[in-house]
């Protein structure tokens, strides 16, 4: 079984569109987190949750919205979409309280945007 | 944001140990550093981690100087899968969670 599952894999769209990603974590972990990957492989964090709470949130265009429905989910939906977001992004979990607090990485979702 | 600096790109040749150094001077006392790897464009794997003490594991050992601003990582006998890129971390505690922030990453690769 995947422990941290992203879908979709590959998604190509056109500016201006609407569209959403999924993540589910079966790690039974507290906190989920979205990263982004650009052109030059440098991985920043968008955005973290726990228990459902945003605790973090980097200076990400308000058209980026998470959505956490409960600790085993968080997908994230961008609107009006921007060539500039065309990246990859990686979903992520970790247990807090755990000694090692490990995070663990999803495939990631290609974005693509025409 | 990366609190982290590492060279760019490192060559080694296959069964040698690889040594991956990285400078964390602006580390505070209870910030652990931690390394991954991502090959090709998967997702990033957990290597190791550690706050003062050296830590070895099956994958590798992770050398922490004592004054904590710099650590290594040793892959002890490098392959031709170890080919990959590796980022050192520090995580940051944000209360009630944790920040990790990843620097730009050493490109490793093993040669033949």
């Known amino acids: 079984d995947t422990a941290v599952s992203q879908t979709p894999k590959y998604l190509v769209t056109q500016m201006g569109n609407d569209k959403s ?3 589910e974590q079966n790690l039974g972990h507290d906190t989920m987190y979205w990263y ?13 949750y ?11 265009p ?3 919205s998470p959505k956490s429905p409960d600790k085993a989910h968080l997908n994230l939906h961008i609107n009006s979409l921007e060539l500039g977001d065309s990246a990859v992004y ?6 807090l309280h755990s000694g090692a607090n490990v995070l663990t990485f999803g495939a990631g979702s290609r974005l693509t945007v025409l | 944001d990366a609190k982290t600096t ?16 990285c400078n964390h001077s602006t580390i505070s006392g209870n910030e652990y550093v931690y390394w991954y790897r991502q090959i090709h464009s998967q997702g990033p794997q957990y290597i190791i981690h550690g706050l003062k003490n050296n830590e070895t594991n099956e994958m590798a050992s992770l050398i922490i100087t004592e004054d904590r601003k710099s650590s ?41």
């Open chain 1, 21 to 23: 990603i999924k993540c």
């Open chain 1, 36 to 48: 982004k990957q650009d052109s030059k492989k440098f991985l920043k964090i968008m955005f973290s």
């Open chain 1, 50 to 60: 726990n228990n459902k709470e945003l605790i973090i949130n980097e200076t990400v």
């Open chain 1, 62 to 64: 308000n058209r980026f």
């Open chain 1, 90 to 95: 990686f979903c992520a979990s970790s247990r």
């Open chain 2, 6 to 21: 590492q060279p760019t790109s490192m060559d080694c040749a296959e069964g040698r140990a690889a040594n991956l150094p």
């Open chain 2, 72 to 112: 290594t990582l040793i892959l002890p006998h490098a392959t031709l899968r170890d080919t990959a890129v590796y980022y050192c971390i520090v995580r940051v505690a944000i209360k009630p969670g944790n920040q990790f922030y990843f620097g730009t990453g050493t490109s490793l690769t093993v040669i033949p």
